[in-house]
């Protein structure tokens, strides 16, 4: 991708509406969050991304981290077991 594009790319939509974070979602995803988000992605999608789908990559990337800093998590045992 040109850096031409990416410009284009992640800018905000034209819809004039600002940011808003929906109900329901927890307190620790904030505006500023959901937009960082958007222009990180955006360049990788074809689509334009909604605050929604903003939420769901916030989301899986939060698990995907407590999967990961977990010693022992629903996926199974990362790290070596210790012996009896």
């Known amino acids: 991708m040109s850096p ?3 410009q284009h790319d992640c800018a905000k939509p034209e819809s004039g509406g600002a940011t808003t974070v929906p109900a329901g979602t927890p307190d620790w995803i904030t505006v500023e969050l ?4 958007i222009r990180t992605w ?3 999608y074809a689509t334009l991304l909604t605050t ?4 769901e990559i916030i989301r899986n990337a939060g698990r995907l981290f407590d999967a990961l800093s977990t010693r022992r998590g629903s996926m199974g045992n990362f790290s ?3 012996q009896d």
């Open 80 to 82: 070596q077991t210790e």
């Open 4 to 6: 031409s594009n990416r």
């Open 34 to 37: 959901i937009e960082a988000t």
């Open 42 to 44: 955006q360049p990788y």
């Open 52 to 55: 929604d789908n903003a939420i």
